[in-house]
């Protein structure tokens, strides 16, 4: 079976097309097969991406190192979250996956990479890593995108990380589509690209290896598992999509590799030729042409925000409870993974929760004394709209703005209380320029009557209770 044509909006003019004839065809597949190889040039215009911002933070790996990670997100609509995985020895302080992460930001994904154990500034001595490990800390990753954006729906993954994103991809029921850039289809080929002696590594136990020009120890641990891992058995596990990009001049990772890749994986699954880009992408073009690329792919398969539900972006991997039966289940949970950043949940929705950086969050969310500010705000706007429904006044726009701080009892002339600190919630209202004095009077007047406002001047009592983890 020869491979599917895919239309990534090439422009056909702009495009070499392959005639499955051993001297254009490299791949050496089918005869019926025909590869669109689409340089960035070929591509029809698409509308602007939004711009995105990047925090930095840190989580716990399987072997309890703290590793370093990056969080880029769309300033925009989050079409879902996504896990990046660098190539070997790299990190994500590279500038090609700098450049990759970002794209894919810029297209509305919300993009964890991190630096594995040992490498950039991770925790954990790369003497001691494994292939094995690694995968056990893109799971980990998984884990705590989980606990702060959303559980991701897309791996991404380079060179070797590309390997570890598809060993992964099967135990993390949340993925529905994985991309590769030059993933070897054997670990063992990485063996091959090491310049030292591999014996005396397994000898000794560990030694000094050279690669890429870069020298490492590393371990007979290390060595033995690249020996053992077999990415094809992986990919034939995965049920999900599958897209493999691979340039046909790569160098260090030889296309034949996709080939096999491809062969293995399960549909529905891609191949997209990198025409003359190299293993690294360090053509800043060709990074992000892959980058858009595979955020165009993956649309297909990941989770759609709502249409029709304002303010529903996709911040925790969807909506689930709008309209659904998670709206009935009424409260809130808040799990916290590490540092400020929690996952909240109420009526099927997912949000997060954080603290401004100079506080020590990374500002990916409002504070909880937003939170309550939002309470009072929205209940009171939405008190004044029924009140005005109910008198059968046609009135446009009401808005309702809330500050939290925090003064002295001494400083606060209108407050009951006359010693220590005191907390204070300031409400504006914006009504419509052309009602009556009496019905913006009375707009006052019932916006003070809001439950919420009740509630929080009245007498409230918090009862806490201890319960196992999982139990109901």
């Excluded at 590793?67 to 990190?91: K, M, N, V």
């Excluded at 025409?275 to 800043?284: F, G, I, M, Q, S």
């Excluded at 919420?452 to 009592?461: A, S």
Aim: charged content about 20%; overall charge negative; proline content about 5%.
């Amino acid at each position: 079976m020869g491979l599917p044509v895919v239309d990534f909006h090439c422009v056909l003019a702009s495009c070499k097309v392959s005639s499955g004839t051993p001297a254009t065809d490299p791949i050496g597949w089918a005869a019926a097969t025909v590869i669109l190889c689409c340089s960035p040039e070929g591509r029809k215009p698409r509308e602007a991406p939004s711009m995105s911002t990047s925090n930095t933070c840190t989580f716990t790996g399987d072997r309890g190192h703290q590793l370093s990670a990056r969080l880029e997100r769309p300033d925009g609509p989050i079409r879902g979250s996504a896990l990046f995985a660098h190539c070997f020895t790299c990190s994500k302080d590279l500038r090609v996956e700098r450049q990759l992460t970002q794209a894919l930001a810029e297209q509305g994904y919300a993009v964890l990479s991190f630096d594995f154990a040992g490498l950039g500034r991770s925790g954990g001595d790369f003497a001691d890593s494994s292939f094995s490990a690694d995968v056990a800390d893109l799971r980990a990753a998984a884990r705590y995108l989980s606990e702060t954006v959303a559980a991701p729906a897309l791996l991404v993954g380079h060179s070797l990380g590309g390997a570890a994103v598809i060993s992964a991809a099967p135990d993390l029921p949340s993925v529905r589509a994985v991309a590769t850039i030059g993933a070897p289809a054997d670990t063992a080929h990485v063996l091959g690209l090491l310049d030292g002696d591999l014996d005396a590594v397994r000898r000794v136990g560990s030694a000094p290896v050279t690669i890429g020009g870069r020298t490492f120890t590393v371990g007979r641990s290390f060595l033995d598992d690249l020996e053992q891992g077999n990415p094809r058995d992986r990919i034939a596990e995965f049920d999900g999509a599958t897209m493999i990009l691979h340039a046909p001049l790569d160098a260090l990772v030889g296309i034949e590799n996709a080939e096999l890749l491809y062969r293995a994986a399960r549909h529905p699954k891609s191949f997209v030729s990198l025409d003359d880009a190299d293993h690294l992408l360090t053509k800043e073009a060709d990074a992000h042409y892959t980058a858009t690329v595979i955020a165009a792919w993956a649309e297909r398969y990941l989770p759609v925000t709502p249409e029709g539900i304002p303010g529903a972006e996709i911040l925790g991997g969807g909506v689930s409870g709008a309209g659904g039966e998670g709206y009935n289940v009424a409260g809130a949970t808040a799990r916290n993974g590490g540092g400020f950043v929690t996952r909240l949940e109420s009526r099927g929705f997912v949000l997060a929760a954080d603290e401004p950086s100079e506080s020590g969050g990374t500002e990916t969310g409002p504070t909880p004394y937003d939170y309550l500010a939002m309470a009072l705000a929205s209940c009171t706007a939405m008190t004044m709209r029924v009140y005005a429904d109910r008198k059968g006044w046609q009135i446009g726009e009401l808005d309702a703005h809330v500050q939290h701080d925090r003064i002295h009892a001494s400083d606060c002339r209108e407050c009951e209380h006359s010693n220590g600190r005191i907390d204070r919630l300031h409400r504006t209202l914006e009504l419509p320029e052309d009602l009556s004095d009496d019905q913006r009077d009375a707009l006052v007047r019932i916006a003070d009557r809001c439950p919420v406002h009740l509630t929080l001047e009245g007498q409230i009592e918090v009862h806490t209770t201890l319960r196992s983890p999982g139990s109901i």
